[in-house]
Nanobody, 115 residues
C-alpha cells in the first residue's frame, strides 16, 4: 500500500507560480513511477507530468516549458513547480504512484488561477 498526501494548491493570479508537493507513505525508491494529473470540472483526468525512479520525466504539451517535476528521495516527496500559470490550468491536481503494477492516488489539491 502507498498513501499519498498532496499539498500546495491555492488561488493565484495568472502569471504566478505554485509548488505542489506529494508526500508518500513509503520510500519512493520502491515506487516505479510517480506523477501529477489534473481534472477540471466536466473534464477527464489528464496527465501533467511523470517521473520514474531513474529520474526520467514526461510532460504534457501544456506543461512543457512551464512546469517542472522533481523528487526528493530523502523526504519521499515529489514536487510539481508550476510557473507562468494560466486560467486554463485551473483544476484539481492529483498525485499518482505506480508500484508493482498497481496505481495509487492522493486526494487531490485544488489549483485556481484567476485572470
Amino acid at each position: 500500500q502507498v498513501q499519498l498526501v498532496e499539498s500546495g494548491g491555492g488561488l493565484v493570479q495568472a502569471g504566478g507560480s505554485l509548488r505542489l508537493s506529494c508526500a508518500a507513505s513509503r520510500s519512493i525508491f520502491s515506487i516505479n513511477a510517480m506523477g501529477w494529473y489534473r481534472q477540471a470540472p466536466g473534464e477527464q483526468r489528464e496527465l501533467v507530468a511523470t517521473i520514474t525512479t531513474g529520474g526520467s520525466t514526461v510532460y504534457a504539451d501544456s506543461a512543457k516549458g512551464r512546469f517542472t517535476i522533481s523528487r526528493d528521495n530523502a523526504k519521499n516527496t515529489v514536487y510539481l513547480q508550476m510557473n507562468s500559470l494560466k486560467p486554463e490550468d485551473t483544476a484539481v491536481y492529483f498525485c499518482k504512484a505506480t508500484r508493482s503494477g498497481r496505481a495509487y492516488w492522493g486526494q487531490g489539491t485544488q489549483v485556481t488561477v484567476s485572470s
